[in-house]
């Protein structure tokens, strides 16, 4: 795990997390040391210090502790003698839980999604994506603001506590309804202007590719790999918040939009993923999806099981995917062998291709890049002839950048342009084509 902090000025915390006895778990769901594993992990991603991890068996949980109340006494003797600054819990709290908890331990309690999104908070690099990521904390909140309210102003740096800003909250409901619209409206200006960027990107008619998967499975490190873009990858989890992307060229010179998004991981509420809708919007409208999995990772299946529901929920189930196993140089160790793991998940994914790559020392990349190649509709080439108003000289441009122009005339108030056109660039140009033949040629590179 990488942290920057040294031990000293890191918090102190403990993670709790119940075990329900006695009921059948959901077929994705993880095995509760496995998700108190993770909890550690986004624990130390937030720079925390884990002091210990306690798992409780019970039937139930708990209505106003969640644990039961030997459990709370012997934490809060923890809580004392090892002098944590908070507890983390592996399951959403109520409102009343969490009041309830942190009366009787007296310090900060914290659940797995408060957690997530401070990671978020902290992550969040552009101004859509901070508005996002508070409005996502609002959403959390406001449910909880029951009865006498929360402390709402809990000051601090650590973590928790980088709510959405303690000031603007210390009030009311009402306010924060306010602060809501008003982050809604904020949010709508800044999208409009993304899209026009998009479609500036859509002028340009290539493909888009993008990346999905679970958090840390290694999009970001394969992006730059295919791209040889310098994106932060990261072995904490969540560094990549705010979509990127960028081109690749594939060994056929045909060129691709690739775009790398932030990653799932489970018990993220969807109405939170739905936050992040720059990633959404890139996931729903790409023409093939890679879904990156850590092959090395003894959770791989469940993660990319998980991954499969996200896209369900969110639309993108049709979309064709390409399952990724990555991380195949640290193979080896795991019990089961890459070439069984690959035809279990790709059984589960609904038989998708799949390959297997290093995006740390790049072996399998070329077999990836092909693959994507042979996936992509075919795209025909056409001969046409175009007359292009002056006023919409930006075609011709467009025209010597994506197709072969093979002649151009300028006449009085257009310009005759001839050209062959592959079929997805001639749609975009349609309404300026004056004649059109199918060529029987091979695609121009
Ligand atoms: N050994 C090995 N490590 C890898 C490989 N690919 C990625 N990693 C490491 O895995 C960690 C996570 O990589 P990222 O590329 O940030 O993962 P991500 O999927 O973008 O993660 P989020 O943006 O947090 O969702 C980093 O420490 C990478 O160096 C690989 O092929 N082999
Ligand atoms: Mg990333």
């Not at 690099?125 to 929360?150: C, D, F, H, M």
């Not at 306010?175 to 949010?187: F, G, M, S, V, W």
């Not at 310009?415 to 004649?435: F, I, W």
């Amino acid at each position: 795990m990488t942290h920057s902090l040294p031990d000293q000025n890191r918090e102190r915390a403990i993670l709790v997390a119940v075990e329900l006895t006695g009921r059948k778990r959901e077929p994705d769901a993880p095995e509760p040391e496995e998700s108190l594993q993770e909890l550690a992990t986004l624990a130390e991603s937030a720079g925390a210090q884990i002091i210990e991890k306690i798992l409780q068996s019970r039937a139930t949980f708990d209505q106003a502790t969640l644990i039961g109340s030997g459990k709370l006494d012997e934490l809060r003797s923890v809580v004392k003698a090892m002098d944590v600054d908070v507890v983390i819990v592996d399951h959403e709290l109520g409102g009343t839980q969490q009041r309830n908890l942190e009366r009787s331990l007296d310090c900060r309690v914290v659940d797995r999604t408060q957690l997530i999104l401070d990671i978020f908070a902290h992550r969040a690099r552009t101004r859509e994506g901070q508005l996002q990521v508070e409005l996502a904390q609002l959403n959390y909140l406001l449910p909880r603001l029951t009865g006498k309210g929360i402390a709402m102003s809990r000051l601090g740096a650590g973590i928790g506590t980088r709510g959405p800003g303690e000031t603007k909250l210390e009030t009311d409901r009402r306010r924060i309804h306010h602060r809501i619209k008003r982050i809604q409206h904020d949010l709508e200006s800044v999208r409009g202007s993304r899209g026009i960027q998009r479609r500036l990107r859509q002028a340009v008619p290539l493909q888009t590719l993008a990346l999905v998967g679970y958090t840390n499975a290694g999009k970001s490190t394969l992006f730059n790999r295919l791209t040889g873009a310098g994106v932060l990858a990261d072995a904490r989890m969540f560094a990549t918040l705010d979509p990127t992307v960028r081109q690749v060229q594939l060994p056929s010179r045909r060129r691709i939009l690739l775009s790398d998004t932030v990653g799932f991981i489970r018990q993220l509420p969807t109405t939170l993923v739905q936050a992040f809708r720059a990633t959404l919007e890139e996931v729903t409208e790409a023409a093939i999806l890679l879904h990156v999995v850590d092959a090395s990772s003894a959770a791989a299946a469940g993660h990319s099981s998980h991954v499969r529901r996200v896209l369900n929920e969110i639309g993108a189930e049709n979309t064709p995917q390409i399952l990724v196993l990555n991380k195949a140089d640290l193979l080896g160790g795991t019990s089961e062998s890459p070439a069984t793991l690959l035809r279990r998940l790709s059984g589960e994914a609904g038989g998708a291709p799949c390959v297997s790559v290093s995006a740390h020392n790049g072996d399998g990349v070329d077999d990836l890049l092909e693959l994507i190649d042979r996936m992509l509709p075919e795209d025909p080439i056409e001969f046409a002839t175009f007359h292009i108003p002056v006023t919409d000289l930006g075609v011709v441009h467009l025209l010597h950048e994506f197709a072969r122009v093979t002649s151009e005339r300028y006449l009085a108030d257009y310009c005759e342009v001839e050209a062959e056109v592959s079929a997805s660039v001639l749609r975009r140009v349609a309404q300026y084509k004056v004649a059109q033949t199918v060529r029987d040629t091979a695609p121009f590179v």
